[in-house]
């Protein structure tokens, strides 16, 4: 059996045991590693860039990983799990009408990327779009995650709709977009410990995008006089 092999499989045997030192040490190789593509870009960073900043020999990383790429696919991983989780309990909360729920959404969303900086940044800058045309399981997994969250959002858009609670001129899957977009561009400005905090900034995003969203008195007018010119017809 070749050397890698035999690596290979003592990393596979290590992970399988679940040793709290092994898990230690691979966690702060993720967290390294998180760090260098944030720095230098997922493509550009090496795993002799990851070797030198942890102070060890490259070969001794394959104990822990078998590439960079299965460094930052597992977290992301278990990050998007999470998320997807957590929103599913809240758009089945009785008790919350379509914003509230919206509102819990985005806040669930803005402190994830704070929780698990740089992490998730990097694979937005990164990896994000080869997710779309990816053929691997993981990709699989990541778009099927993506389009779970997307069209979670996407019906509390069209239930506050139909409540009337939201304007109806604007195309909900416009509105979704234009909400995600406000999301996906604080990479490049967020940093955790700045001015502002993860909640601060999911609630003024709220104020902006509700604030347009909302239907006003006059819309409501605008389409009570709408339907009654149709239903003159």
Known sequence: MSAPSNIAKRRMNALADGSSDYKAKRDELVLLAAKLF????FKATTLNDLAKQAGVERASLYYYIS?????????????????AAAASKIVRLKSLGPEEKLRRLVELLMISYEENY??????????????EYGKTPWAKQMMRQTRRFENMVMSLMVEGIEAGIFRDDVPPRLAANGLFGMFNWTHRWFKPG????????????????????????????????????????
């Open 38 to 41: 944030k720095e230098k870009g």
């Open 67 to 83: 590439s960079k790429d299965e460094l930052i696919q597992e977290v992301i991983r278990g990050v998007t799990d999470a998320n």
């Open 118 to 131: 740089p992490h998730m940044y990097v694979y937005m800058q990164e990896q994000m779009h080869e997710v």
């Open 194 to 233: 700045g001015k502002q905090t993860a909640k601060e900034i999911s609630d003024a995003f709220c104020s902006i995008f509700f604030s347009g969203m909302r239907k006003t008195a006059v819309q409501s007018a605008d389409l009570d006089y709408r339907l009654e010119e149709r239903l003159a017809r």
